[in-house]
């Protein structure tokens, strides 16, 4: 399954802020607190940070607060998501322990792409791309980021023991339709606008 929840509609600290953070313009304190309060109490997690450097503190604190596993990541290239053009630092907290580790896209059997393939454009554009992908098609690089990522989360809901299993499973997801078929579901039950 999946679920996508906003912020300002369901977390009740978040809903004040909302406001304020899109007034601002820039990334602020919220944007990493959002991922340490969930108040959906989930357990497992696949979380992005803006700065390499804030990766083991939120994973210290995940820690803290009872998480059984999670993936903080930080790309290479600035993303907050593991990246398809550089090397990804990752801090994992499993069995109570942290652990860091930089993850290659080759690691995962995917090939590195440059950065500039990943740029994206409006909101309707990049909302087309993304059923491009799901649906089989679309850009290599998309679908490789899309690949990389999901075989993370894979990992960290222990479906598969490594990335270049997830990468399979991820990719089996989107040949039987199946990926589309959830985003398809999803945006019939959450109309956007």
């Known amino acids: 399954g999946i679920g996508f929840m906003m912020a300002p509609m369901h977390h009740p600290a978040m809903r004040h802020v909302g406001p304020v953070r899109a007034e601002l313009g820039t990334r602020t304190i919220f944007n990493i607190l959002g991922p340490l309060t969930n108040p959906a109490g989930v357990k497992r997690q696949l979380t992005g940070a803006f700065s390499a450097e804030l990766i083991r503190p939120m994973a210290e604190v995940l ?59 409006d909101p309707a554009q990049n909302a087309r791309e993304l059923r491009a992908v799901l649906g089989g098609a679309g850009r290599t690089a998309y679908r490789d980021a899309v690949l990389l990522n999901a075989a993370a989360a894979l ?39």
């Open 63 to 121: 820690l803290a607060l009872g998480s059984e596993k999670a993936w903080l990541v930080h790309g290479g290239d600035g993303t907050d998501e593991l990246s398809i053009a550089a090397p990804s630092e990752v801090v994992a907290l499993e069995d109570g322990a942290l652990r860091a580790f930089v993850v290659h896209p080759e690691d995962a059997g995917l090939p590195l792409h440059p950065f500039e393939d990943l740029l994206g454009g």
């Open 155 to 193: 990992v960290v809901a222990d479906r598969v023991s490594d990335l270049k299993a997830g990468v399979e499973m991820a990719r089996e997801s989107i040949t039987s339709g199946a990926a589309e078929s959830k985003l398809t579901g999803l945006a019939e039950r959450m109309p956007i606008g």
